[in-house]
């Protein structure tokens, strides 16, 4: 026969494997659920193409260029340096990467149809980006035309995405619209399509671009698209910085 401590032993040895077991099924499902949200995010479109880009960060000393006129020769004639090199197709920069957030929190304001002014905020924010910056990632311009370096320096121009020229002008055409920030006038010169600017997780918002002639900074982040011969390219591309 077993006795009383025998038997509440064995009880105990029970309660312990179920508890092991149920934990072991939380731990199962919690990880099927994991692995599930994964494929998920793994198989969301953000918007852009990263496949065979480089990502090259420069920081632009202020007190070395202190004057709009010189950091912008400067950032031109690096983002040129860098599309000499052999298999680039495209490059581009803006102050952040896609998917990491960063839009800055400019409001712009507009006149409506009735003629009262009303504040329009992206809720993704306002992004700087220089020439190039959407064919470098491969973000399609749905509408309109991108940024130039001969657009007239004294015009105000800004791209929208298409979720905020959903938002903003709904039933209207976007290109040829002006938003205003401050007492500055600006022009809708094109639509781009969405991306997810502020992770996978989160579905696209509205965005504003703008052109870092308007709104220079001093850290950039260059893109560069080359298909062709990939590897070599980091090096190649660090050297650029100190060419210039």
Do not use: C
């Not at 031109?76 to 495209?90: C, Q, T, W, Y």
């Not at 491969?138 to 509408?143: F, H």
């Not at 052109?211 to 950039?220: A, Q």
């Not at 982040?221 to 062709?228: L, R």
């Amino acid at each position: 026969r077993m006795g009383t401590a025998g038997r509440q032993s064995q009880t105990v040895r029970s309660a312990r494997v179920v508890s092991q077991l149920a934990l072991a099924v939380v731990f199962l499902a919690g990880a099927g659920l994991m692995v599930r949200s994964f494929w998920r995010l793994t198989h969301v479109n953000p918007g852009f193409e990263p496949d065979q880009v480089l990502t090259l960060r420069v920081s632009i000393p202020e007190t070395k260029y202190p004057y709009p006129g010189k950091d912008a020769a400067y950032r031109n004639e690096l983002i040129d340096k860098v599309a000499a090199l052999p298999g680039v197709v495209a490059v581009g920069g803006s102050k952040p990467a896609p998917l990491r957030g960063g839009g800055e929190p400019y409001e712009f304001s507009a006149v409506g149809k009735d003629g009262a002014p009303r504040i329009l905020h992206a809720r993704s924010g306002a992004y700087i980006v220089t020439p190039g910056y959407f064919r470098a990632l491969g973000i399609p311009i749905v509408r309109g035309r991108d940024f130039s370096r001969q657009d007239n320096p004294d015009a105000f121009y800004l791209l929208v995405n298409e979720a905020a020229a959903r938002e903003f002008w709904p039933n209207e055409n976007a290109i040829g619209q002006t938003l205003l920030q401050g007492e500055r006038r600006a022009e809708v010169i094109g639509v781009v399509g969405d991306v997810r600017n502020d992770g996978l997780a989160t579905d696209a918002a509205s965005a504003v671009y703008v052109p870092i002639t308007r709104l220079s900074r001093s850290t950039l982040n260059i893109f560069v698209q080359n298909p062709e011969n990939p590897h070599p390219m980091p090096t190649a591309a660090r050297e650029s910085p100190r060419a210039v």
